[in-house]
Nanobody, 129 residues
Framework: QVQLVESGGGLVQAGGSLRLSCAASGRTFSSYPMGWFRQAPGKEREFVAA????????YYADSVKGRFTISRDNAKNTVYVQMNSLKPEDTAIYSC??????????????????????WGQGTQVTVSS
């Protein structure tokens, strides 16, 4: 079992930046590939970014590529997403997730929320125009 707690959300103007953090409990954090997903009101959950066990592989949604950067610090049991050049359409609840079930991690696996076993409660990001 792993528990995930997100932080760092808030209200920011368009063009601004935020860094979200996701802190994980347990001593096996490095065993889990991690993903960030978001859900806006009235919309389905969508993939944002993902990172492999060691951070050697990262994946991004086309809508955030070049603006968001995912990273992880296994010594601190934390995964981050640095969000720059924020747009009003980035407004959503952002959740991190961990997967314990996969043996191989590539884009088709990383982008599907059904492949993740543990989820945080989410943190609200609001971007004003």
């Amino acid at each position: 079992q792993v528990q995930l707690v997100e932080s760092g959300g808030g209200l920011v103007q368009a063009g601004g930046s935020l860094r979200l953090s996701c802190a994980a409990s347990g001593r096996t954090f490095s065993s889990y590939p991690m993903g960030w997903f978001r859900q806006a009101p009235g919309k389905e959950r969508e993939f944002v970014a993902a990172i492999s066990w060691t951070g050697s592989s990262t994946y991004y949604a086309d809508s955030v590529k070049g603006r968001f950067t995912i990273s992880r610090d296994n010594a601190k049991n934390t995964v981050y997403v640095q969000m720059n050049s924020l747009k009003p359409e980035d407004t959503a609840i952002y959740s991190c997730a961990a997967t314990a079930r996969v043996r191989a991690y590539y884009r088709e696996i990383a982008t599907n929320p059904l492949n993740y076993d543990y989820w945080g409660q989410g943190t609200q990001v609001t971007v004003s125009s």
